[in-house]
């Protein structure tokens, strides 16, 4: 192994957690102690601020301020949807990191987030080979959706889930108080795939969850969904509680959110459609056909950003991650992505792997078939054990009058 | 004082909050304590459920479930919205009641509630009084609405506030992570007063909550509102987060959420509007206003459900208050509320008095004008130190499986 000597740069792109300031925590730790890596810059906004070279002195936080990002929802540095051209047909940007990678002799490149994310890193890798500029770069995973290929699961995913299946605990009592018929539709972030939804089985696996759930991995047919709720209405007098995923779609593939929402449908930049309005629909057509109360509930940001409920498994992970994907690096590797292994036995242990970022770039984990139960409405004993072991202990933020006291970095740009 | 011997019933009204159910313990165990006290009722669904003579006998519910309930979110015995005749015009339901306390020598009731509820306690308590059955009748207050008068505030209210106030800061957090523009405008509860959307201004306290504050103790004038959200989003590069009580009005009383809102708008038994979609009313009009990203995001349910996030002050006192209610009845008290009196003093301590039914029966206690700012765009430090000491510490349930171990009764009926 060579030793490479030179700065370090980590971004964070793509919507936030309630960890991803964790893996911040852990990679920031790490490369402040290798004595290979001079520097360490936490770019402003991800890529962007690369490109914009705007990014911050690491080694003039306080220690205090980066062991409190641990438990600090959100982007800390900033984040940023920004999809990078292919190479091959506009070269600019490209060229452009090349120039910042040089002038700040960056050498390190650690890039958190999702799959686009990762197809940002896995792009820029693929460029400084091709250039003959030698660095290197190691993915970091993130995603509340945990679509993630190649890994176990994802950082995020266990606080989301830990949140999601609390809440829905939760609102299970408070929507049963009254002796009246009372449906209720919560609504769960997942474009394609429907992880985050199906932690509500989590719930009702403690007796107090969703009597159906539907995901985006089965079709959506509103006659099969009116009779099933009908079936569970009249066995349970009139209490129904439902769990559906912001992304199901009928056969066509129109989003349920369009049938009758009037809410504004944006494209972002990666041309995904801005969703919402699932759970108002489906309330909405509810209450026509069984004339009772119903209420629809979006978990909306606090899912992803509830650091007050994150699962402390998910916590200690996401900054482990970030260790090891600066410990990786050091050693010698390069374009690959730090993934979750689980080990085999009855208790729950989680190592790392490495793998391709070509592997992992752009493409989408679905959950099982056979994790869905065969009227695609409930998830089964096999998801139950992959998830529950997930959202194990509770994390919760150093508070300071009884509010939490989040991560405050000084943010100090670097210059050159 | 006379020692009154008999049984005694308890029961729940109106909206369920994290610590009704603590109340509930408080009653409870220390009614089972009282040498004059023979059997101890649960009433299910309130009142009603003494007119269907529908009542758990608590003696034979574990111990240990019994103390659960001090974190058991949302009413384990079950509420109900059941507004009494006036018992001039139809004095059946009176009637009713008198039987089924003859019949089970219930000679302690406890009802615990909001401003409804206090309403229902003081109409049974003067009709008992008028026909000369023997019974003491104590209040317990309950709302996260906080709107009760002559109690300092009200149980529920601590944690529902603790539970608004950290996740805003979560969400202030995650809603500017991107260097774009983005007004989040959140919706919380409360139709006539403020109380609990003013809890959002302990965030701002904190750095990290609205830059914008609308109550319903204020009219509320769209144009106003825009120019004001406006002001900001120049000032803080498009980043705007507004908190609005769902009860906020125009000068003419239309609510707010009826500008463009196709939720349907029904009355309940005691006449109030179903609300919901204040905040995506007022998201649509900015979006129009600003062309830029808005998002609108409701606490529902979960503000006053997340027994997750609840005040650990906040459920001791509902506690000792059940408690009180129960001492006071047994020392010869009737036809009262319990209610909270602050200490003077720089620490805060909370204390008991007893008030007048008829003096909480339908009042309400609104934020004090002198608490909102001039602009009515924000609370004062007044309301900050008010507020702060009822959302001290972290209340969370017992966990099993990583999941909260909410009460489980087994709810034996009582048989005569």
Redesign the interface.
Known sequence: MSVLKGNAIFG?SGG?TSVINSSAAGVFTEALKQDCISEVFGA??GI?GILEEKFYDISLEDPKEIELLKT????AL????YKLADPDVDGTDYKRLLEVFKKYDIRYFFYNGGNDSMDTCNKVSKYMQKVGYECRIIGLPKTIDNDLAETDHCPGYGSAA?YV???T???Y???????TPMI?VLEVMGRNAGWLTAATS??S??G?GPDLIYLPEIVFDMDNFISQVKAVYEKNNGKVIIAVSEGIKDKSGKYISEYGS???K?KDSFGHAQLGGTAQVLAARL?DELKC?T?A??F???Q??????A?ATDVEEAFKAGEMAVKYAVSGITDHMVAYEREQGPEYKCGFKLVNLSAVANAEKKVPREWINKEGTGLTQDFIDYA?PL????S?PP??????R?ARLKKVLATK
């Open positions: 964070q936030p402003a906004h962007k600090t929802p959100s982007s900033g984040s940023v949807r830990r299946a609390i809440s605990m939760e609102v009592h408070d929507a049963r108080v009254y002796d209720c989590l719930a696996y403690k107090a009037d809410l504004a944006e209450k109360k209420r509930i979006e909306s940001l606090l992803r950003c509830a650091a007050h409920c699962s529950l959202i194990q202990g509770a919760s508070m300071e009058d009884g509010l939490p989040f």
